[in-house]
C-alpha cells in the first residue's frame, strides 16, 4: 500500500483534502478573495491542506494558470494527498475539461463550491428549487468533463459539487437537463406568483416593509432577532446560513410597526447562476421601502464586504432605495479609527451590535423616520357607507387607531399628501 492510500484510509472519509488555487494580481485583491475562498471550502466541509496562487495579468484560457502551473498542481496534489482542487474563479468549459484531464483529482470552481454550500443550506421547497436551478444551469455546458472527472474519482464518490438538491447524473443528456432546467424555470414562476400574493396581502397590513442585506455572515439573522425579540431565525458563525427569506413584525418607536424581511447574504462576486436562480427570493429587497445594510464592522476588509454588497444591489436595480448602512458588532472593534474610517467613506451610517443590543433603539428610530417620513397625522370620521377608503388608508398610510361609533368609524392614520387630497371632506383634525 502506497504512503497516499495509507494516508486516504487513515482519516475520516467525510472531511475531503482541498488545494485552493488562485490568481494575484498586483492590487492584491487576489489574496483578499483566497482569504475568502479559505471560509467557503471550510462551510462546506471540506480541510485546506495547501494553497497555491500565480501572479499574472489574467488566466490561462486554456488550464486558468498555465501548463507549467498544472503540472506542478498536479504533484502537489498527490504528494499531498488531495481529494479536490478548487480553483478561485469561475472556470470555463474548456479549462474544466483540460485540468480533469491534466489532475488525477477532482476539480471545482468557485461558482460550484457556492451551489454546493447552497445545496447543504437549502431547506424549504423554494430554497432547493433555486439552488436545483441554478447547478442545472451550471452544469449544461460543462458535462463532458464532469463526467470524466467522475470516472477518473469513481462513479459513487460523494462530497463537494456532488450533492444536495440539483445533484445531476454524470452520464445525463442535454437534452434531458435542458427539460429538468424549463421545468424548474416553470415551477419558480409559480412560486414567484405565490410570493406576489403574499406581498400584496402585507400590504394590505398598512405596514411598511424593510429588508435587512449585507455581506454574508454580517450578523443579518441576529439583527432580526434581536428586533424581533426571540430567536426567529436559526444563527450558526458559517456563511450563507440562511437561504429562504423570513418576515416578522417589528416594533419601532411611537407604536410605529414595520415589516422585516431577512434575506440571503452576498459576497464578492456573486455567481450570475445564483443571481438569476434567486430572483423571486431577492424581490424582497427590490420590493421593500427601506434597507438595512448590515456591515460586520470588525471585519478586517470591512469596506470590500461593503462595496461587495453594493455591487450585487446595483445588479438587483436597489440602490435607489433609501438605505440606513448598520456597522454592526462594534462591540468587537478594536479601534475607534476604524469605525471613523468607514462612517466617512458611507453615507447614513449607525453603530450598533446586535449581540448585545448597543445601537438598537436608536436604529429603531432612524428606521421610523425613513419608513414614515413625509406622512401626516389625520384623524378621520369614515361614514360605513365608505369602508373601502379603509383599505386605501392601510395601503397607503398608516392606520393607528380605529373606534366604531353609531354613524362612523373614528380613525387615526398617517397618509401621504396624495391620500389626504382622496379623504380631505373626512378629516376632522390633522
Partial sequence: MSQNEDRRQSRTPQVERAILVGIDDLEGRGRRSMRELIDLTKTAGAQVIDLVTQQRDKPDIRTFIGGGKVEELAALARGEGADLVIFNAELS????????????????????????????????????????????????????????????????????????????????????????????????????????????????????????????????????????????????DRLFETLDPTTRRVQLDEGRECLLTDTVGFIQDLPTQVVAAFRATLEEVTEADLLIHVVDASWPAAWEQYEAAKSVLEELDAVTIPTIVALNKIDAVSSERKLQIIESRIDNTIRISAQTGEGLDDLRRRMSDLLFAGLIEVTLHIPYSQMSLMELLNERGHVSETKYEAAYVITHAEVDEATLARVRELVVSE
Avoid at 458535462?143 to 438538491?165: F, H
Wanted: aromatic share 2%; charged share 30%; net charge positive.
Fill in 93 to 236: 468549459p474548456v479549462q474544466n475539461r483540460n485540468l480533469v484531464n491534466q489532475l488525477d483529482t477532482k476539480v471545482i470552481d468557485r461558482t460550484e463550491l457556492i451551489l454546493d454550500i447552497f445545496a447543504q443550506h437549502a431547506r424549504t421547497r423554494e430554497g432547493k428549487l433555486q439552488v436545483e436551478l441554478a447547478q442545472a444551469r451550471y452544469f449544461l455546458p460543462r458535462l463532458a468533463g464532469r463526467g470524466r472527472m467522475m470516472d477518473r474519482i469513481g462513479g459513487g464518490a460523494a462530497g463537494i459539487g456532488v450533492r444536495g438538491p440539483g445533484e445531476t447524473k454524470i452520464d445525463i443528456e442535454r437534452r434531458m437537463l435542458r427539460r429538468n432546467i424549463q421545468r424548474l424555470e416553470r415551477e419558480i414562476e409559480e412560486v414567484q406568483k405565490r410570493r406576489q400574493v403574499e406581498r400584496r396581502s402585507r400590504d394590505r397590513s398598512g405596514l411598511p416593509t424593510a429588508a435587512l442585506v449585507g455581506y454574508t455572515n454580517a450578523g443579518k439573522s441576529t439583527l432580526l432577532n434581536a428586533l424581533v425579540g426571540s430567536r426567529e431565525v436559526a444563527v450558526r
